[in-house]
């Protein structure tokens, strides 16, 4: 009987697919066209590509893994989309608060980059971003800011998904004297890093109000060469709408499409201040939107318009922003649960934007903003393995009655306990695998000290 046994075992090994790993968990949220929720599932993942996802004992009776990781108090869910932010910036976290933004700008931004950002600067600061990003379950950010170089290699090196732009704007900047300047140093980005893994290099615009349109025709020429996205600013206060209507006539939606800037790959951070002749603008031209309603609230810039941006089918997703002084975090579970609510408080209906729909601005939607829905944002098979798991044991996260509203309305960012990035496990029990967090503290208490010392005693800025 025994061999019998053996026997069946044998031909059940044997039959079993080979995969690097089998992720468990009580749920599994896929976010696939059906929106499958599986309860007791498991996901097979083999090199940087997810195989298979389904009930646990399907999946364990069809592979056969080299390593497994069981988690049956916890849901896995797709890796979390930041869809705009500056992650440098987390060194100046609160450096400033509850200011106007053009007081915040020139008093404090200006002068404290001016003096203090260095290629130096944006490594650490970028290594700080992403272990504050893994942790909360983010494995995909997009990112605009200067030496974006710099933070392309530390993305690498700390195992996260990016989509990052060196930022083109047109006044001097710490990594660039002219526009001319920058557009030279994105196309050298573009060429280097087009075929990375992990990297997908973009082209980015700071906004219409800070750049000629000889510039911003340039830079979406460039982009198109390349088939890269092209990310900008847009309509974020009502003052750029205001200038632009008094200079041009026109909305800077209307303004940069008569400019040909949206004939290609877009992703348009904001948006607040939209009509409805600009959205069908957004929507014929397939612009995706990063919806940052953190930023647009801290910076009382405005509420966009999601609700009818959602009706319209927009590639809507969420961001940070900031992190500098118009956040103050990059934690996208605090992103889900602001945009639900804001848009509940802004359209008096609470039946708006409801969970399930944030968690898809967070993934498959947000994914789609970049163009990138073939490669990420859901658990499907032949999709880059980019998955996280999410505790479900803590006293914020019981009793559970339906996982998306557990998701974005109680779980936390601090609950995310495992990560993987195109297959390689980067957080293991809430521990980065990749980053040396102590250090990496140790190094951004240090910067803040230098530029503290700065605003008190340095040079003039530019
Ligand atoms: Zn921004």
Redesign the pocket.
């Known amino acids: 009987m025994r061999l019998f046994f053996s026997f069946f075992l044998l031909v059940a090994c044997l039959s079993a697919a080979p995969v690097d790993w089998i992720w468990s968990a009580r749920y599994v949220i896929t976010m696939d066209p059906q929106r499958r929720v599986i309860e007791h599932g498991a996901v097979a993942i083999r090199g940087d590509k997810i195989v298979a996802a389904g009930p646990q004992a399907d999946i364990d009776g069809a592979y056969q893994a080299k390593q497994r990781l069981d988690r049956p108090d916890a849901l896995i869910a797709p890796g979390l989309i930041n869809t705009?932010t500056?992650a440098p910036m987390v060194l100046l976290r609160g450096i400033a608060d509850d200011l106007r933004l053009q007081e915040w700008l020139e008093k404090y931004i200006f002068p404290a980059e001016a003096r203090n950002v260095t290629p130096d600067f944006v490594r650490w600061g970028t290594r700080l971003a992403c272990l504050e990003m893994l942790m909360s379950g983010t494995t995909t950010f997009t990112d605009?800011y200067y030496f974006e170089d710099v933070i392309a290699e530390t993305a690498k090196e700390c195992g996260i998904r990016g989509v990052l732009g060196d930022t083109i704007i047109g006044f001097p900047s710490p990594d660039a004297k002219t526009p001319a300047d920058a557009l030279r140093f994105t196309t050298k980005f573009l060429e280097r890093f087009r075929h990375d893994p992990l990297i997908t290099p973009a082209v980015a615009l700071h906004a219409i109000y800070t750049n000629t349109d000889d510039t911003l025709q340039k830079a979406r020429a460039i982009a198109n060469r390349y088939s890269a996205p092209l990310l900008i600013?847009l309509s974020e206060t009502k003052r750029e709408n205001d200038d632009m209507m008094t200079k041009r006539g026109k909305t800077p939606t209307a303004a940069l499409d008569g400019l040909g800037v949206f004939n290609g790959r877009t992703l348009a951070?904001h948006a607040v201040w939209v009509d409805d002749a600009d959205l069908t603008i957004l929507r014929d031209r397939h612009v995706g939107i990063a919806h940052?309603p953190s930023?647009n609230m801290k910076l009382a810039s405005g509420a966009a318009p999601v609700t009818r941006m959602l009706a319209l089918d927009l590639a809507v997703g969420l961001g940070t922003?900031g992190p500098a002084g118009?956040n103050n975090d990059l934690n996208l579970f605090e992103e889900m649960d602001l945009a639900s609510k804001l848009q509940k408080l802004v359209t008096s209906d609470p039946q708006t934007l409801p969970a399930q729909q944030s968690l898809e601005m967070a993934t498959i939607r947000g994914a789609r903003a970049l163009g990138m829905e073939k490669e990420i944002g859901s658990i499907e098979p032949a999709k880059r393995a980019d998955l996280i798991t999410v505790r479900l044991d803590r006293p914020h996260a019981v009793p559970l009655y339906d996982v998306y509203s557990q998701m974005v309305y109680a779980l936390k960012g601090s609950d995310v306990r495992d990560v993987m990035v195109n297959g390689r496990v980067v957080l293991r029990d809430a521990h980065a695998l990749t980053i040396d967090a102590q250090h990496v503290i140790a190094k951004a208490e240090e910067f803040g000290r230098k530029v503290r010392q700065s605003l008190m005693t340095g040079p003039q800025p530019r």
Do not use: I, K, P, Y
């Open positions: 705009h500056h605009m600013h951070a940052c930023s922003d118009s």
